[in-house]
């Protein structure tokens, strides 16, 4: 069964960036596509950017070019990255799977609260 | 981007009820179409893709249907378990885009 754990700062400082993990058990972080996905308190999802094993990068223009998506294939991780945080990013930050042959979210991460304040 | 548009936005409803949700997409998204269950406090849980597919393990109370740019979730009989909030995502295009929310209370 595979399992996915964020792990990060819970609170972050206006104007720096924020820096989250997830880490993939129970599966290889190969051959699948990864992506993140976060929710701010009281409301809906939002979809941040997936990356393939192999390195490709896909990120949601709303948040321009602030987003990098990595992958550590020898640590079975991937990590995000959001720059010039603004209270606007506080939000439940979700890593997951997606899987591409059914178009669909399958495994999750339990979720991390990242809050941006001074 | 493509908007996904839920109604109600919310329901009251009582166990055993038939309850329908429904989801539409700003354009076309043939069926590239997946439904999520949300408790409070926990992550989404999959519970329909591909427009009516279920998945593995997800009782057969729940069903989807619908194609192009109206979709349904239904729960046929509402179990104590079933209060929670429901999602509708598409996958057609990037940005993949969430619908609002259904959130399904006790009546």
Known sequence: QVQLQESGPGLVKPSETLSLTCTVSGGSISGNYWSWIRQPPGKGLEWIGYMYYGGGTTSNPSLKSRVTISIDTSKNQFSLKVSSVTAADTAVYYCARYDYSYYLFDYWGQGTLVTVSS | ?107
Not at chain 2, 13 to 33: E, F, K, M, P, W
Not at chain 2, 75 to 84: G, M, T
Request: with cysteine; aromatic share 10%; charged share 15%.
């Open chain 2, 1 to 107: 981007d493509i908007q996904m548009t839920q109604s109600p936005s919310s329901l009251s409803a009582s166990v055993g009820d038939r309850v329908t949700i429904t989801c539409r997409a700003s354009q076309s998204i043939t069926t590239y179409l997946t439904w999520y269950q949300q408790r409070p406090g926990k992550a989404p849980n999959l519970l329909i893709y591909a427009a009516s597919s279920l998945q593995s393990g997800v009782p057969s109370r729940f069903s989807g249907s619908g194609s192009g740019t109206d979709f349904t979730l239904t729960i046929s009989s509402l179990q104590p378990e079933d209060f929670a909030t429901y999602y509708c995502q598409q996958s057609h295009r990037t940005p993949w885009t969430f619908g609002q929310g259904t959130k399904v209370e006790v009546k």
